[in-house]
């Protein structure tokens, strides 16, 4: 096979720019991005990176960038409802002195914008406002063709265009579907101006480090500072939410997304109930504070559908999208590149070869992510007053175990964490 010299990618999300810029870095390959929305992305809250994802955004010669946008909130504390600390757990430092890197939280749109900054130096051409519309190969090449009748030819094809990939649909693989988890996020917007500055707040919001999470009988509530001097806040609230009576359908979820959003104040404040202590107090002025708040359903795609049909490849999100309670999803599409990557740069390798080796490696260690996030959204799901209080005294009691016996050492549930994908055997 002659080397692959030009990819098509679909999608400017982290997955699609990570993947134009370690393709250049690596082997001077020449990528062209197609997004469908028509200027750089300006959604999203605040996504937690870990050290596996932190080192690759290293490796990529970005992590000083991120770390000056955002803020280490490596120790997770866990507050009751009544408002006292049940105790903490340190999330970061065991992979920490593995890796070299701990856990950060950061606005998406500056990890975007380190991204896309970095492509435009790279000059990695975006096109904004491409809509995918089909694909076509041949012996010699795939051809992507647009809404507005533009085609490009290259010699492979990265569909990175997250869950509701274009490309998975029209051309890898239109049977498979997103799955609803039964768990949605409702959360401030850092985009949209919803970053709660701390002094407006109760004094409990100042000294907040890491990540504090309130267990309630209807879910949970995680408050972070995702800004490098703690001073702005995001939040969120993840629980249980049943499928629209109208179906799993678009217009079901945006009818259910403006309900949940019309009520959150009230929900919120409901869910929170009438405890006196300051913890909670802050919680709901945090609530009563913000402006703008967006609806996240959290769907996954199911483990073992397929990646890749000839000259194209499905990652990120549009291979393997998983709820995000194991914050992995960045972390994720990292991975998938610097493989990739890996594989192409090995010149003896023909492109079956590269996408059947890239398979078999990345779905198990997909597949264990999935797990991970499927049992940390246990925690959100409904419960009674004596569950919620059952679990309250369980949790206090395995982490004041915890850190007596200092278990953090053992690295338990972490490894994945200081996993290194350039490590991996190919
Ligand atoms: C509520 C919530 C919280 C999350 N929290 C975290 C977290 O803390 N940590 C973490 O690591 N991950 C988190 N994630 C997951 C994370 O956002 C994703 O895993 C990650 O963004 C995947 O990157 P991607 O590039 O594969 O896909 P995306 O980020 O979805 O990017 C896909 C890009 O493709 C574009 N696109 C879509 N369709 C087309 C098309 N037809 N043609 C061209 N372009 C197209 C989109 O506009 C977008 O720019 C969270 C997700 C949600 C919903």
Redesign the pocket.
Known sequence: MDPVKKVII???????VGAALNLRKTDHIFSTI????PVR?TLG?A???PSNGLRLLDRLGLYDEVLARGVDTSTLILHSIKGHVMGQMDMGSWSKEKTGFGYLRIQRTDLMDVLLDAAEKADIPIHYG???VKIDEDDNGVTATFSDGTKDTGDFLLG?????S?VRTLYVDPTTEPQYSGIS?I?SDTSLGSVISTSGLPLAAASLKGLNATLTTDGLFAVTPCTPAQDMLYWFFSREVAIPESGDTRDGWEERGKKEIEGMKSTMLDVLGDAKAEWVDMLRELVRQTDVVKF?P?FRLPPGAKWSRGRCLLI???AH?MP?HA?????M?LEDIFLLCRLLHDGSRSLENVVRTYEEKRGPRAEEMLRTALRNGSVRKKMGPWRHRFNEVMMTGGLHLYNMLDLDRLGLGKKPLAYDIDEEQI
């Open positions: 679909i999608g400017a999300g982290p997955a699609g197609y997004e469908i929305r992305t809250g996504v937690g990176i491409q809509k995918l990175c265009d997250g869950i509701h274009a996020n959360g996240y959290n990120g999100d549009a999208a995000p914050s992995q999803g960045v972390s599409a």
